[in-house]
């Protein structure tokens, strides 16, 4: 789909749709997309249990401590990005932006600044019920509320989204 002309709304950014957005980022990036990571802590875990009917304590509290490091890794980066998220919004005085999309890309304009980035350079669009996730690298992404988003520009943005 196509997207024609220049669209601008603005769209306030309240803590659901910020929680929503680092959640799903979370348990996407460190959950579903590390299962092999997740499985081998499963392994370790069994490993441990194995070690400690063996009697050997030592090495099965190694094993138990070595397999939480997913779980860990993921408690960092959901509080890494839920502050730094939190603190960006926070820092505005009305937590609202003026959004643009049109078809070389998207720009938003808030008391923080503003910024524009074009299509090839965002690398993937999440889909999510309050919101759109606009990702530029691995773990860069702006959220765009949907509350007051144009159904045309809704419509663009869920064709090119995963």
Not at 13 to 24: I, N, S, T
């Amino acid at each position: 789909m196509e997207l024609h002309g220049s669209h601008t709304f603005t769209v306030r950014f309240d803590d659901e749709v910020v929680r929503d957005a680092v959640r799903v980022f979370v348990i996407e990036r460190t959950m579903r997309e590390q299962k092999l990571k997740w499985a081998a802590a499963g392994l370790v875990v069994v490993a441990g249990v194995v070690l400690l009917f063996q009697g050997n304590f030592t090495l099965a509290l190694l094993a138990f401590v070595v397999a939480c490091f997913p779980a860990l890794f993921s408690a960092v980066v959901w509080r890494a990005h839920s502050a730094n998220a939190f603190r960006r919004y926070n820092r505005m005085a009305d937590r609202r932006a003026e959004i643009t999309i049109d078809a070389e890309g998207f720009g938003i304009n808030s008391d923080l600044g503003d910024g524009r980035l074009n299509w090839p350079n965002v690398t993937e669009i999440w889909e999510r019920p309050l919101s759109f996730m606009l990702f530029s690298g691995a773990s860069a992404f702006n959220i765009v509320p949907r509350r007051t988003m144009p159904q045309e520009v809704q419509a663009f943005l869920s064709t090119k989204a995963i």
